[in-house]
């Protein structure tokens, strides 16, 4: 009989969490709980269709420690991957208080239940994932490359209450015996991504004819990943990573924004083709938003040597997928908008 490895996806209703839930269900070994809030970006819809049998879902916060404790107790999971996180930009422009509770607070706790789990006989091979960002690496120049020798230097409250999280992971596999990996990764594309974020964002408002606004000159550079190597990334270093180092994952993708808005018009008019004509007539620069970092690019050697890895889709198939998943899914996007996003310009001022 097959031995069952559960794992426990914090964050699991949201876009990159419930496509790793996928990925990882998709191994007849895996069992998988997901702990989620479901604030504003986790979305039940994400889950639909899962195997019930091997597959639970907890509605709660990783801030509550006694139920995060609880779930440890009752699932022994084998396997923690915290994606739980508070991770838009301009929303810790507009209200930082949340991030520092989520993503500071939260992973605490989620240490610390870690730390009783295995000194109440957790798994041998017990891991803890905590997946991270490259914005804690702060900006880069118009050359050079992230690594996991880069020092930190973050720049928005996000990007900060990240990188905090990071060290407090380290700090429990040098002190306590955690066995915790760390990853920080480019930014994600791909299905179920929520409406704020920059893609779909664009694709979403070009359908409806509304402007397409791009930050400052529209020159910033970005590293993109397509989510399902994210995730493949992700279950390797799960499974062949070692505890206590860390693993940056890119895409070796660099677009500038204004790149990316005008590929999303030119896939657009391919595959919904607007009367009134040509997508990129809806271009608008807007204001850039307060320490809007020039550039990310990370150099992923470490995880392609030591474990193998490497991103299966190139751009061009990782866009035009990601634009036919929002078209056949406008159902979703309209829940989406009743849920209280009207994909409204966030983060425009600094509050006091």
């Not at 008019?269 to 040509?278: F, H, Q, S, T, Y």
């Given at each position: 009989m097959q031995t069952k490895v559960t794992h426990l996806v914090t964050g699991g209703a949201g876009f990159i969490g419930s496509n790793l839930v996928a990925t990882l269900l998709a191994r007849a070994d895996a069992r998988v709980v997901v702990l989620d809030?479901?604030?504003?970006?986790?979305?039940?819809?994400?889950?639909?269709?899962?195997?019930?049998?091997?597959?639970?879902?907890?509605?709660?916060?990783?801030?509550?420690?006694?139920?995060?404790?609880?779930?440890?107790?009752?699932?022994?999971?084998?396997?923690?991957?915290?994606?739980?996180?508070?991770s838009h930009v301009d929303r810790s422009i507009d209200g930082p208080r949340a991030f520092v509770e989520t993503n500071v607070r939260g992973t605490f706790e989620l240490l610390e239940a870690a730390r009783a789990h295995l000194k109440d006989g957790g798994s041998e091979r017990f891991r803890f994932v905590h997946v991270s960002t490259d914005e804690v690496f702060g900006s880069l120049g118009a050359s050079g490359f992230f690594t996991e020798r880069t020092a930190y230097q973050p720049s928005s409250p996000y990007s900060a209450t990240k990188a905090a999280a990071d060290h407090l992971a380290r700090a429990y596999h040098h002190t306590f015996g955690v066995p915790t990996l760390v990853t920080n990764c480019s930014n994600n594309y791909g299905p179920r991504q929520f409406p704020e974020k920059l893609i779909p964002l664009m694709i979403l408002n070009a359908l409806e004819g509304k402007p397409l606004p791009v930050y400052g000159d529209g020159l910033n550079v970005r590293d993109w990943l397509y989510v399902d190597d994210h995730c493949a990334a992700l279950a390797l270093v799960a499974e062949r990573g070692t505890p206590g180092e860390t693993y940056v994952v890119g895409g070796r993708n660099e677009?500038?924004?204004i790149e990316i808005v005008r590929h999303v018009c030119k896939v657009l008019?391919?595959?919904?083709?607007?009367?009134?004509?040509?997508?990129?007539?809806?271009?608008?620069?807007?204001?850039?938003?307060p320490g809007h970092d020039r550039r990310y690019a990370i150099d992923p050697s470490k995880i392609a040597a030591e474990l193998g890895f490497s991103p299966a889709v190139d751009f061009a198939t990782g866009i035009r997928r990601t634009?036919?998943?929002?078209?056949?899914?406008?159902?979703?996007?309209?829940?989406?908008a009743t849920g209280g996003y009207r994909r409204e310009r966030l983060g425009l001022e600094v509050q006091p």
């Open positions: 809030s479901l604030t504003y970006a986790g979305n039940l819809d994400n889950l639909e269709g899962l195997p019930g049998d091997r597959f639970r879902f907890v509605h709660g916060d990783i801030c509550d420690a006694p139920l995060v404790r609880r779930l440890y107790a009752e699932e022994k999971p084998d396997v923690v991957f915290n994606l739980a996180a508070e677009w500038t924004n008019d391919e595959l919904r083709p607007d009367p009134a004509g040509p997508r990129e007539r809806l271009i608008t620069y807007v204001k850039d938003r634009v036919e998943w929002y078209l056949a899914h406008r159902r979703w996007c309209e829940r989406i």
